[in-house]
Nanobody
Framework: QVQLVESGGGLVQAGGSLRLSCAAS????????MGWYRQAPGKQRELVAT???????NYADSVKGRFTISRDNAKNTVYLQMNSLKPEDTAVYYC????????WGQGTQVTVSS
């Protein structure tokens, strides 16, 4: 079965950096597009970044120039490098893939203090 396990969240001061990881299993990772989403308290889940199997990337305007999505097919892992973090980046971050339906990880909390 499809499994997505996020890690790397935590508490960081504004201007700091974090790298999130998502370990995937149960499907052919190398041919699958992957994404990161986030959900802040009281808000809807929103797209942060996506990466295709050919490594084409797409970002939300709010994170362009600060966040970088990447993948390591040998490790079945997708990453989200987050730099210049802002308090408004505080959210639970979820890993996602779509194979006939959406699959989500359990999420990892990112808290940015001002």
């Amino acid at each position: 079965q499809v499994q997505l396990v996020e890690s790397g969240g935590g508490l960081v001061q504004a201007g700091g950096s974090l790298r999130l990881s998502c370990a995937a299993s149960g499907f052919i990772f190398s041919i699958s597009a992957m994404g990161w989403y986030r959900q802040a308290p009281g808000k809807q889940r929103e797209l942060v970044a996506t990466i295709t199997s050919s490594r084409y990337t797409n970002y939300a305007d709010s994170v362009k120039g600060r966040f970088t999505i990447s993948r390591d097919n040998a490790k079945n892992t997708v990453y989200l490098q987050m730099n210049s973090l802002k308090p408004e980046d505080t959210a639970v971050y979820y890993c996602n893939t779509y194979i006939q339906k959406h699959y989500w990880g359990q999420g990892t909390q990112v808290t940015v203090s001002s």
